[in-house]
């Protein structure tokens, strides 16, 4: 018999013996009929993890890490309002169900069990996966075992307080509202859950508004590594800007009543609170996991003995709200609904093909009130005296940082945030001059923790604001890369486009940066981003470009509701001269504030039909530089910025060199896992045969006279250029 049997059997021997667990009297104070329904949603939450066992052993259900134990939930879910955003660690089921009771028409069994199916009709990821969450009950969907979603919970907290101060226009959070995630104890030691419980204490000892619940649900054990008895308690209790609550989680009033508690208190005071749960952990990890493997029998049997449900039974008796049969009677009532429904939800369609698993990566676009674009009047109080050097040629750096200044005042929305963007202006000036603009609420200086930068946006994005997050450097991505890969990026495609998180991260990034920084300054690898699904990268050349293509970005992510990365070639910023000192052959004008270059859309120099030289960002700039030797060599030659690296616009670069005899791809990324493999695979696909490609070598970028020794030169690509065509 397997453990989840045997704790059935223990639930049914128990209350027909009425041999409930110990524990305190009654709280008088919490109504009959709230503590009945709590039961109702504990036990519905049982019932559901024993039938997800049961569709599995059939063939039918796919998922089965459940919530056993884990119950107590219930009881947090009642203490707090239904349009309280909640990211639910996965155990939460009990949570979930409990909300929908609190909001009319729902029908969590019937949901859940198709969730479990992984059916079409699953009614929050349309069948991609077995999550938990909800539109309707304001729970966004969650597959992290990691507590990667702390860092966005910490945004939509952050974003409440800055809703009210500036309104956007797609708010949906009250308020008044307060966020609560939850996550194990296991997850609390991760990287991720400590740097957004850091976020949260730092900004609220600032006095900042940051009403936030973390709940941690305890069960003693991370899959099979216990957890050190009294841990949590010695590392959260004291926390700076965080108060401390805990309570008993097989005890529904008692966590009822600290649960009220603490949502009380950080709704009152827009703090944060840490509720430490404790919980036991019943089934295992999951349906797969042998528990016998690593942990003693009588430890296993010690949590089963405490079945919260037992503590339930225990309490409605004592209370005379429910006798021990009573409570039988609703434990049998439910398995048969649960039984009932299982045999209707296994007949269910799944998803068969790849256009149904994909629809949603890309979001659904949304109504957005039209825009004429920024008022002259307010352009020339934000402006003053830089408006008349927009009709004189600039570099990149100026272009970028005037063009954030016309989209802040076009889109009330819009939220500038990373280290140092604010008075200092950020590592290179870019966002000089917006906090004396647009004030420190819309121009945020953040902590240094990436994982933290990338979540405020995130959860900023739920309530709402478009923001524009800064990463300073491309190497700096890689701690929080997971922030877009296993969060941002997903978010659409689990919750079949209910739910989006709309953004443009700015990251400084590329190489060429003469003597300084070496390869934490100088990194020339987008290969972390390309494959993520969805998502967008613009990389622009030049300055005009970087403008059009920024508005574009911002229209996307607005409109679209897109994850967009916007990569500013750090070498291009201050780049005046193209063919020798003083030409000004780099500077470009400022487009007018009503011009985009759309997605897709590619730049071609020149008309020449010898040679088509396809590159990007620094890459163009040198090709650029190499097309005027060339055509002095006699090989007529026209250069294509690709612009937009994902996705690739393919087809319009065949189209741009169907009539050239030769293409030159020119990568400044390393050689493996570069744009330049992509483009040699489609252009071989299309049959295009002479094509060759230059690229950087796989090495890391040095420090000092050699920081260009391993990526193109002007000369390597006159070389290469030179030998295909003549080959």
Known sequence: MDRAAIVHQNFLRRLAANDLPEGPAPDPTIAPETLMEVFRSQTISRQLDRTSRVMQSQGKGFYTIGSSGHEGMAAVAQALRPTDMAFLHYRDAAFQIQRAAQVPGQSPVWDMMLSFRAASADPISGGRHKVLGSRSLNIPPQTSTIASHL???????????????????????????????????????HSTAQGAINTACWTSFQSVPIPLLFVCEDNGIGISVPTPRGWIAANYANRPGLKYFSCDGLDMAQTLRVSQAAADYVRRTRKPAFLHISTVRLYGHAGSDVEMTYRDKSAIEASEANDPLLHSARILRDANISTPEQSLEIYHEIDKLCARISDEVMQQETLTDASGVMARIIPPARKCTPTNGPAPEARAKVFGNDIKQMSDPQPLNRLISWTLSDLMLEHGEIVVAGEDVGRKGGVYGITQKLQNRFGPDRVIDTLLDEQSILGLAIGMAHNGFIPIPEIQFLAYLHNAEDQL???????????????????????????????????????????????????????????????????????????????????????????????????????????????????GEIGVNGKGTDLAIVSYANGYYLSTKAQKNLQESGINVRVIDMR????????????????????????????????????????????????????????????????????????????????????
């Open 151 to 189: 860092p966005k919970a910490v945004g939509a907290a952050y974003s409440v307080g800055l809703a009210k101060r500036c309104p956007p226009e797609h708010q949906c959070l009250p308020d008044d509202s307060i966020i609560m995630c939850s996550f194990g104890d296991a997850s609390s030691n």
């Open 485 to 599: 890969r296993g969060e941002a990026a997903t978010l659409s495609f689990f919750s079949d486009g209910q739910f989006t998180n709309p953004m443009v991260l700015r990251i400084a990034g590329l190489g060429y940066q003469k003597g300084f920084g070496g390869h934490f300054h100088n990194d020339n690898s987008l290969a972390v981003l390309r494959d993520i699904p969805g998502l967008i990268i613009a990389c622009p050349s030049n300055g005009a470009d970087a403008a059009m293509m920024l508005r574009e970005c911002v229209r996307l992510a607005r409109e679209e509701q897109r994850v967009v990365v916007f990569v500013e070639p750090i070498a291009l910023y201050p780049m005046r001269d193209l063919h020798q000192d003083g030409d000004a052959g780099w500077l470009t004008t400022y487009p007018a504030p009503d011009r985009r270059i759309p997605i």
């Open 644 to 727: 937009w690296l994902a996705p690739l616009p393919v087809k319009a670069i065949l189209e741009a060199t169907k009539d050239c005899t030769n293409v030159l791809i020119v990568d400044e990324c390393r050689t493996t896992g570069s744009q330049s493999e992509a483009l040699m695979a489609h252009f071989t696909e299309a049959g295009r045969t002479r094509v060759s490609r230059i690229a950087a070598e796989d090495s890391f970028i040095a420090t000092g006279p050699a920081y260009a020794a391993t990526l193109p030169s002007t000369e390597s690509i006159i070389a290469a250029a030179t030998a295909l065509v003549a080959s």
